[in-house]
């Protein structure tokens, strides 16, 4: 509420647009000055962005949370953008390109842990485009350190093999993860 408040003071005709894992789970987090992006937010986002500057309606968009004349809605959930189409980051649009970066490989779990409020099917990109991703990054921008955010980059043992064979014949990387 606090930041939303602010946005408001200094830009009071700006949508707000919120998201992250959260959001999904935890209602609070949404707030009622915003439309929150509920799931990967890849796709949705941009048909968000598209309607909102056309002025279209946003009802038919799914995976949206937002709160009309005081009543939260929700849209209807669908898939939501295969992890392979999503963006690689331009890293090169920062004004100095960063030495270490995330990259996401795997999003979901296939693990139904107790204590876990992580949301979401499993999906892997193959290894090929992540290792183009980081040897893009390697090339362009000179980075060197990946932080794969995957919530358990060994959940497929044969992918994550795959992804270390291809790791070591490059040679020349520095990256941490989280495993189980």
Known sequence: DEITGLVRRLSPDSR???????????????????????GPGESTLLSLLK??????DISGIPNLSYYEKGILKETPRADNSPLDLAPAPAWGLSPVPPKRVSLQGTRG??????FCSYSGDFSARGVRPVMDEIRNN????GINFFRFT?????ADKGRAMELC???EADGGYSWTCFAR
Do not use: M
Request: glycine residues 10%.
């Open 109 to 114: 779990c296939r693990r139904s842990c107790g």
């Open 150 to 154: 995957d919530s358990d980059i060994a």
């Open 138 to 141: 390697r090339r362009k921008w």
């Open 51 to 56: 309607a909102l500057k056309a002025g279209d």
């Open 16 to 38: 707000i647009i919120a998201g992250g894992p959260g959001s999904e789970w935890n209602i609070s987090l949404r707030p009622a000055e915003a439309i929150t992006v509920l």
């Open 165 to 167: 064979r291809a790791l």
